[in-house]
């Protein structure tokens, strides 16, 4: 197996994407930190991973708050002695323009999406660089890349995701860390199924988004995983500093 005998971290490992990449990581032979501020959906991926015969952990932290972040790594090394991939995963959506959005409410989405990236990677890739090499993958979205009307935040801390992980692709190079991040299109979880809800006609709302995309389908947490486990594996070797954009298609039209 890929990842036998090796340590992963995911944050926001709960529900949707994250769970999906702990459980594809696990399948492979990880060890899993699950990170989540819900500790109900937190534990049920633990359990999931521990019924398919994984080894996994809970650990539950607000990402964007430094303690916890450092709290992470600490627990990290007491239950497994080593870290050797970090998927920084976590993040949340709000809508408005920058007019309709409060002070508070932009705060909270960088701070999830954008600062708890880089708070966890302050706080594991030290561990990371004791094995002599590993890697780091960011979750980013095409809204890091293109946009659409009244997503400010969360498009802000998208593009910064995409700058931040080509500055921590050079500045770890040396330490034989590879640094990437997918930016995913729309992908069916419990945070698009949300998005639905508020334009109060879900249904019709996933048909338009699928519908949007090339593939004229909105794309799987699970595929999405596989693109996060390829580019920590060593099949991408050569691979750092890249945006992989997973998304039917949908930013390739005009």
């Known amino acids: 197996m890929e990842f036998e005998?090796?340590?992963a971290v995911i944050t926001g490992a709960g529900m949707g994407m994250g769970k999906a990449i702990a459980i594809a990581f696990a399948e492979e032979g990880a060890s899993i930190v699950v990170v989540d501020v819900n500790i109900d959906t937190g534990q049920e991926t633990v359990k999931t991973i521990q019924n398919k015969g994984g080894?996994?952990?809970f650990i539950q932290a607000d990402v964007s708050n430094a303690s916890d972040a450092q709290q992470i790594s600490i627990d990290t090394i007491n239950a497994f002695e080593?870290?050797?991939v970090l998927v920084n995963n976590a993040g949340i959506q709000h809508y408005g323009?920058?007019?309709e959005t409060t002070e508070e409410e932009w705060?909270?989405?960088l701070g999830v999406n954008l600062k708890s990236i880089f708070l966890c990677s302050k706080y594991c890739i030290p561990e990371i660089q004791k094995q002599g090499s590993g890697s780091v993958i960011n979750i980013a979205s095409v809204q890091g890349i293109a946009s659409q009307k009244r997503v400010c935040p969360y498009?802000?801390?998208k593009g910064g995701a995409i700058s931040l992980t080509r500055n921590m692709a050079i500045d770890f190079a040396e330490d034989n860390i590879r640094v990437n991040c997918v930016c995913p299109g729309?992908?069916?979880t419990p945070l698009l199924r949300a998005a639905a809800e508020l334009t109060g006609n879900s249904q019709q709302a996933i048909e338009e988004w699928a519908d949007a995309h090339v593939l004229k389908r909105v794309g799987q947490p699970e595929e999405v995983a596989q693109v996060?486990?390829?580019?920590?594996s060593n099949k991408a070797s050569f691979i750092t500093g890249a945006a992989y954009v997973v998304d039917g298609g949908l930013i390739t039209q005009l």
């Open 228 to 232: 996060v486990l390829f580019l920590a």
């Open 82 to 84: 080593r870290i050797d």
């Open 55 to 57: 080894q996994a952990i």
């Open 186 to 188: 729309s992908i069916d």
């Open 155 to 157: 498009s802000a801390s």
């Open 5 to 7: 005998g090796k340590v």
């Open 107 to 109: 705060d909270q989405v």
């Open 97 to 99: 323009s920058v007019i």
